[in-house]
């Protein structure tokens, strides 16, 4: 079992920058970042593969950035020019499959979230 623990969340004005941080107890092929809105679903954000093969939400291409250590145990989501619209509870997974995902269901472990809030 793979723990996943999330940091760096927190209130920030629109524009403003967050960096969000996912330490995992042991690698996983992909990992990935997802956030659920209040009374929404849970969106794919940011994903990166073992071969750090990226890929982005359309939603949020271009603004935010998913990196990862050598050592494939912390992963990064860096999040500029931030809208209201990106207020969610944000999720950090890490899914044994060796491609990139937007399914949830292809993830096999979870975080318990990081809130970020975002004012207008």
């Known amino acids: 079992q793979v723990q996943l623990v999330e940091s760096g969340g927190g209130l920030v004005q629109s524009g403003g920058s967050l960096r969000l941080s996912c330490v995992a107890s042991?690698?996983?092929?992909?990992v990935g970042w997802f956030r659920q809105a209040s009374g929404k679903a849970r969106d794919f954000v940011a994903s990166?593969?073992?071969?750090?093969?990226?890929d982005y939400a359309d939603s949020v291409k271009g603004r935010f950035t998913i990196t990862r250590d050598n050592a494939m145990v912390t992963t990064y989501l860096q999040m500029n020019s931030l809208k209201p619209e990106d207020t969610a509870v944000y999720y950090c997974t890490g899914s044994i499959l060796f491609g990139s995902s937007r399914d949830a269901s292809d993830y096999t472990y979870w975080g318990q979230g990081t809130q970020v809030t975002v004012s207008s």
């Open positions: 990166v593969s073992r071969t750090d093969i990226t």
């Open positions: 042991a690698r996983t092929a992909t």
